[in-house]
């Protein structure tokens, strides 16, 4: 009987670390860059976004993916020609057109606030600050999510047309 119980300890030993030296195979062997949750953009953020107001000097979108950003519009043309501050001009010296690797962080403590980080020219920008949050439209009451961002000081809302949903 000693034997045989002897012979099971030594066979699941055995079985345990065949397992562990199977599993550090699998798991080095597999190409884990980029995987992080620090190269991701937050689930809340990803969707499409258009600018809120229609009337706005500025009009543009954003497509925010899991891991890439693609800004259309914003262009220097919209820029009044008149007193108008080319600084105010959102995401003004980033790429248009083109899905940029990105990701973003939360501010300490917030779950609707923090920086995007855009990769772009091959470098990353300086981040972005912005404000996630949602409101109650009438008719309806339908919750829409919103999208805030300052342009040296002038503000950009932008709504979610479609992606992330509760």
């Known amino acids: 009987m000693k034997k045989s119980f002897d012979f099971i300890r030594v066979t699941l030993k055995i079985k345990f670390i065949l397992f562990a030296l199977l599993f550090s195979l699998i798991f080095s062997s ?6 992080t949750l620090e190269n991701l953009f937050e689930s809340n953020l990803q969707g499409t976004w258009v600018t809120n107001d229609p009337e706005s000097i500025y009009s543009g979108s954003l497509i925010i993916r899991r891991d890439s950003i693609t800004i ?11 007193g ?13 057109g083109l899905a940029l690797e990105g990701y973003s962080e939360r501010s300490f403590g917030s779950s609707n606030e923090g920086y995007i980080y855009i990769n772009d020219k091959g470098r990353l920008q ?4 912005y404000n996630y949050w949602t409101a109650r439209e009438q008719p309806g009451n339908i919750v829409v ?3 805030t961002f300052s342009f040296s000081g002038r503000i950009q809302t932008l709504r979610r047309t479609e992606g992330f949903s509760y």
């Open 30 to 35: 597999c190409d884990w860059e980029g995987w």
């Open 72 to 82: 259309t519009g914003y262009g220097e043309s919209q820029t009044p020609s008149r």
């Open 84 to 96: 108008g501050n080319d600084e105010e001009r959102p995401f003004k010296n980033i790429t248009r």
């Open 126 to 129: 300086e981040g972005i600050h």
């Open 145 to 147: 999510h919103l999208l």
